[in-house]
């Protein structure tokens, strides 16, 4: 979890997590954001965006919606896109190019 921290703290623009436990990894992650202090939002096209914190959610389910509104994001959010790499594979320039 601290290299989690590490990386959160020094600016990342991404980090790819793979797991098979998703609630597990999802809760690790909050831990993580809650002790540095940053918002936790989640992502799936099934439920659209979530902020995990106060449990508001949002209407971006569509893969290019939600990479709109990260630039609508309070500071200091970790945003989980959950099996957006899905996405990303499809040869969508559009999508990709936006991602990027």
Do not use: C
């Not at 994001?73 to 990303?88: A, G, Q």
Request: charged share 25%; proline share 6%.
């Amino acid at each position: 979890m601290q290299a989690i921290r590490d990386k959160i703290r020094a600016g990342y623009p991404g980090i790819y997590l793979v797991s098979h436990e998703e609630p597990r990894a999802e809760a690790m992650l909050l831990r993580a954001t809650q002790e540095i202090s940053y918002h936790l939002h989640a992502w799936s096209i099934t439920q659209g965006r979530l902020d995990v914190g106060s449990g508001a959610t949002f209407d971006d389910a569509d893969p290019l919606a939600v990479l709109d509104s990260i630039g609508s994001l309070p500071e200091s959010t970790v945003l989980v896109l959950r099996d957006y790499h899905l996405f990303l594979a499809d040869p969508n320039p559009l999508l990709y190019r936006k991602f990027k």
